[in-house]
């Protein structure tokens, strides 16, 4: 059992409030993902649950009891950072075998522990090389067993990734998805990449400039996003975020701005009319067919094939293009004009301060 709760934390560095009372629980066994631009706070807010950060307020709770005065050794946590030191002239068997040794673990079961947890991150062959003859994945696959061989009852892991190339990088995840399925130990994993966040989480704690903005499902956080910056990390291609204002027509709300104008759905008639923003996610804009919402006639600025899937690119001159996504197989050409659809239930508004309207 193990649970790990967060309560009004906070942390100062001189007039820099890193992370601003935060609350959060962190329940035994779950794949928590921390999230957010970079300086949001999230190494911070792991240094603190480790015991390597002095929190400026608040508390550390880790099964109910109170840990901020216990040192990190005695935390019960492994930790994993980006940047992943091995001992240059010990062996990777060595490596590994460093906590054990430190406890006083009898060298035969550090033997066997070792040789167990080398099985599980697929590193075996690799016990008798030194760091510098492994690659940097496979630095990160020791660093990592380095951790599992401990056996503590949560990991913490800070962009474990991070200095991996894509495909590795992919891997690697998969890898750490599997570990946490396997271990059902808990898991409090940092990233800055949405990507990670979507595919590793259980729930996605999503922070910006020390707060936690948004908490949920990876489903949840997609498809009910309760700001613009939310609705903006989330997603590739990103969504279609448009500034513009809210105007009252003759036959309810309108979306005014300097590439189009539609009416809006609705369920949105008693928003207050003013400066905002209305968000569609590019695999909701329809093409070619209307999808029970406002369209406008546009012609395609650009395609990009991928694939499976191919991109259109409209209002290219505007700050930021409006992108759809349709499958490889329909038959699209440039510059052709097209009707562009805005399902009802696609569309997001956000009010001048980045706030959802719903
Ligand atoms: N030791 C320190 N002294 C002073 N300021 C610090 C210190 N550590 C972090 N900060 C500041 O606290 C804020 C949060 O930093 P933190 O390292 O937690 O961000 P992060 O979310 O991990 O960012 P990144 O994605 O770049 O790693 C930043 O403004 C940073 O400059
Ligand atoms: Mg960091």
């Given at each position: 059992?193990?649970?790990?709760?967060?309560?009004?934390?906070?942390?100062?560095?001189?007039?820099?409030?890193?992370?601003?009372?935060?609350d959060l629980t962190?329940?035994?066994?779950e794949f928590i993902v921390f999230v957010g631009p970079?300086?949001?706070?999230?190494?911070?807010?792991?240094?603190?649950?480790?015991?390597?950060?002095?929190?400026?307020?608040?508390?550390?709770?880790?099964?109910?009891?109170?840990?901020?005065?216990?040192?990190?050794?005695?935390?019960?946590?492994?930790?994993?950072?980006?940047?992943?030191?091995?001992?240059?002239?010990?062996?990777?068997?060595?490596?590994?075998?460093?906590?054990?040794?430190?406890?006083?673990?009898?060298?035969?079961?550090?033997?066997?522990?070792?040789?167990?947890?080398?099985?599980?991150?697929?590193?075996?062959?690799?016990?008798?090389?030194?760091?510098?003859?492994?690659?940097?994945?496979?630095?990160?696959?020791?660093?990592?067993?380095?951790?599992?061989?401990?056996?503590?009852?949560?990991?913490?892991?800070?962009?474990?990734?991070?200095?991996?190339?894509?495909?590795?990088?992919?891997?690697?995840?998969?890898?750490?998805?599997?570990?946490?399925?396997?271990?059902?130990?808990?898991?409090?994993?940092?990233?800055?990449?949405q990507e990670e966040a979507m595919t590793l989480a259980d729930r996605i704690v999503v922070m910006n400039?020390?707060k936690i903005v948004q908490m949920g499902s990876p489903m949840e956080i997609y498809s009910n996003p309760v700001s613009y910056f939310v609705a903006d990390f989330f997603g590739n291609p990103a969504m279609n975020l448009v500034?513009?204002?809210f105007?009252?027509?003759?036959?309810?709300?309108?979306f005014?701005?300097?590439?189009?104008?539609?009416?809006l759905p609705g369920k949105f008639?008693d928003a207050?009319?003013?400066?905002g923003s209305l968000g569609i996610r590019p695999e909701n804009v329809?093409?070619?067919?209307?999808g029970g919402g406002?369209?406008?006639?546009?012609?395609?600025?650009?395609?990009?094939?991928?694939?499976?899937?191919?991109?259109?690119?409209?209002?290219?001159?505007?700050?930021?293009?409006?992108?759809?996504v349709?499958?490889?197989?329909?038959?699209?050409?440039?510059?052709?004009?097209?009707?562009?659809?805005f399902p009802d239930d696609a569309i997001f508004l956000f009010d001048?301060n980045g706030d959802r309207i719903r």
């Open positions: 059992m193990s649970r790990i709760e967060l309560v009004n934390l906070r942390k100062e560095y001189g007039n820099v409030v890193a992370v601003n009372s935060m962190i329940e035994d066994g970079s300086g949001c706070g999230k190494t911070t807010t792991l240094r603190m649950i480790a015991g390597f950060e002095d929190p400026t307020a608040g508390d550390i709770r880790i099964n109910g009891e109170v840990v901020n005065e216990k040192e990190p050794g005695d935390r019960d946590l492994g930790m994993v950072f980006q940047s992943h030191a091995l001992f240059p002239h010990k062996n990777v068997a060595d490596n590994i075998a460093f906590g054990l040794r430190m406890k006083k673990v009898p060298k035969d079961e550090q033997a066997r522990k070792v040789q167990e947890v080398s099985e599980l991150v697929r590193i075996t062959h690799l016990l008798g090389k030194m760091p510098a003859q492994c690659s940097g994945g496979e630095s990160q696959r020791i660093a990592l067993a380095r951790t599992l061989v401990t056996e503590p009852s949560n990991f913490l892991l800070d962009e474990p990734l991070s200095s991996l190339d894509a495909k590795l990088r992919r891997e690697l995840r998969a890898e750490c998805d599997r570990l946490h399925d396997e271990l059902q130990k808990t898991f409090v994993y940092v990233t800055h990449d400039q020390g500034e513009g204002e105007v009252a027509g003759a036959n309810g709300l309108e005014h701005s300097s590439q189009f104008n539609i009416p008639k207050t009319p003013g400066k329809t093409i070619g067919e209307t406002a369209s406008i006639n546009s012609e395609i600025e650009l395609v990009e094939p991928l694939g499976k899937d191919t991109l259109l690119y409209f209002g290219t001159d505007a700050d930021r293009p409006f992108v759809a349709v499958e490889g197989t329909q038959e699209v050409k440039r510059h052709a004009n097209v009707d562009v659809g001048a």
